[in-house]
């Protein structure tokens, strides 16, 4: 019912820069939060940072500073704007987003994910 496709990753040098996008499509009422994670080889899924509607935000200690995260609402996209990277911000780079939808008469909230997107910082 829902879909986020994501793009933008790849290679860069460390203190490079890389902007992720990610759009939302399908059966859609309401878009409670959007934001992304990342998984590095060997370690577990963690959060980047996340942007709900209402407009707060939150972002790993390890980004802030470093990344930003941006809304199109009208578009239902969300973008990463990753500056000063570094070698550790290896990793998988997924989607998030707590999205409403019609389910017969009820409205359910749930969590939907990205397929992933590589981001390589080579030192």
């Known amino acids: 019912q829902v879909q986020l496709e994501e793009s933008g990753g790849g290679l860069v040098q460390a203190g490079g820069s890389l902007r992720l996008s990610c759009a939302a499509s399908?059966?859609?009422?309401?878009?409670?939060?959007m934001g992304w994670f990342r998984q590095a080889p060997g370690k577990q899924r963690e959060l980047v940072g996340l942007l709900w509607s209402g407009g707060s935000a939150k972002y790993a200690d390890s980004v802030k500073g470093r990344f930003t995260i941006s809304r199109d609402n009208a578009k239902n996209t969300v973008f990463v704007q990753m500056n000063s990277l570094k070698p550790e911000d290896t990793a998988v780079y997924y989607c998030n987003a707590q999205i409403t939808t019609n389910q017969g008469t009820r409205s359910v909230l749930s969590d939907y994910w990205g397929q992933g997107t590589q981001v390589t910082v080579s030192s």
């Open positions: 399908g059966s859609i009422v309401s878009i409670n939060a």
